[in-house]
């Protein structure tokens, strides 16, 4: 399985950003994709995720900001940044982990960067 993220780049505070993340290769029908982030200093955090069947999970600081969708057909997972902040800045990380066999597997993209500022 591969992930290519893409979207990333320069926003000012109080903008918006759309970031994508395609998969490849063999993918179970059952998966979650989603985007963790990571800056500066910090450990990597779940930013948002959403299942095959449509479950979605936020990290409470990016609720009411933050919506994550998926177009299953062609395995892509979107999220569309609003109301952005200096603190959103971050490398944004592609994550899908799929079931096999009894055992969930977990991939990772190459990361897209996010700058919130002014």
């Known amino acids: 399985v591969q992930l290519q993220a893409s979207g990333g780049g320069l926003v000012q505070p109080g903008g918006s950003l759309r970031i994508s993340c395609a998969a490849s290769?063999?993918?179970?029908?059952?998966?979650?994709m989603g985007w963790y982030r990571q800056a500066p200093g910090k450990q990597r955090e779940l930013v948002a995720m959403?299942?095959?069947?449509?479950?979605?999970n936020y990290a409470d600081s990016v609720k009411g900001r933050f919506t994550i969708s998926r177009d299953n057909a062609k395995n892509t997972v979107f999220l569309q940044m609003a109301s952005l902040k200096p603190e959103d800045t971050a490398v944004y990380y592609c994550?899908?982990?799929?079931?096999?066999?009894?055992?969930?597997?977990?991939?990772w993209g190459q990361g897209t960067l996010v700058t919130v500022s002014s």
């Open positions: 994550n899908l982990r799929h079931l096999r066999l009894g055992r969930w597997y977990n991939y």
């Open positions: 290769g063999s993918i179970a029908r059952v998966n979650d």
């Open positions: 959403v299942s095959s069947g449509g479950t979605t």
